[in-house]
T-cell receptor
Framework: GQNIDQPTEMTATEGAIVQINCTYQ??????LFWYQQHAGEAPTFLSY??LDGLEEKGRFSSFLSRSKGYSYLLLKELQMKDSASYLC??????????WGAGTKLIIKP | EAGVAQSPRYKIIEKRQSVAFWCNPI?????LYWYQQILGQGPKLLIQ????????DSQLPKDRFSAERLKGVDSTLKIQPAKLEDSAVYLC???????????????FGAGSRLTVL
């Protein structure tokens, strides 16, 4: 079967750096997405990786290793507003998105 | 540009009653998705439309759920009769082209939160 694994919850301190990991086992690979979802709100797009390596976008970076079935989202200079759930999703060989359960990130002052 | 519009935002019904949710995607977006998100879980695809045709409805519980997109623009998702386990947020999303990518990002609406008592 197809599977996406993410830690359920993480805690970090304001101003620090946090890395949220995502491992996947899917039938084929056509890209990996990270979305941010604040409580009670819609998921919003953060990043997309289809080739190995690091994609940087301001305070957020996302890394992909296709051979290891692994990605991470790196958040720098954490702010209180970064408290949210972070969803990892992989597009499989049928171009269907397989979603992880999300990682709830709690930022403490 | 205007985002994905959904209504109602909240709905509370008794089990065995029916409910309908409406979605209007971003203008010009050909592909529309309905997802079910249960608390603490990731979104689960219920149905995907390309214009007014169904691309994937393999996870739609067809004995109680139905969806249509008659004119290829807005869409309605119906549940009849509702069960307790249908309590979830129903998210509508859209993309310009057929498959999401970095250049064709999936954009979600705010969702419709259903509580079945």
């Amino acid at each position: 079967g197809q599977n996406i694994d993410q830690p359920t919850e993480m805690t970090a301190t304001e101003g620090a750096i946090v890395q949220i990991n995502c491992t996947y086992q899917t039938s084929g690979f056509n890209g990996l997405f990270w979305y941010q979802q604040h409580a009670g709100e819609a998921p919003t797009f953060l990043s997309y990786n289809v080739l190995d390596g690091l994609e940087e976008k301001g305070r957020f970076s996302s890394f992909l290793s296709r051979s290891k079935g692994y990605s991470y989202l790196l958040l720098k200079e954490l702010q209180m507003k970064d408290s949210a759930s972070y969803l990892c999703a992989v597009m499989d060989s049928n171009y269907q998105l397989i979603w992880g359960a999300g990682t709830k990130l709690i930022i403490k002052p | 540009e205007a985002g994905v519009a959904q209504s109602p935002r909240y709905k509370i019904i008794e089990k065995r009653q029916s409910v309908a949710f409406w979605c209007n995607p971003i203008s010009g977006h050909a592909t529309l998705y309905w997802y079910q998100q249960i608390l603490g879980q990731g979104p689960k695809l219920l149905i995907q439309f390309q214009n007014n045709g169904v691309v994937d409805d393999s996870q739609l519980p067809k004995d109680r759920f139905s969806a249509e997109r008659l004119k290829g623009v807005d869409s309605t998702l119906k549940i009849q009769p509702a069960k307790l386990e249908d309590s979830a947020v129903y998210l509508c999303a859209s993309t310009y082209g057929g498959s999401a990518s970095g250049a064709n990002v999936l954009t979600f609406g705010a969702g419709s939160r259903l509580t079945v008592l």
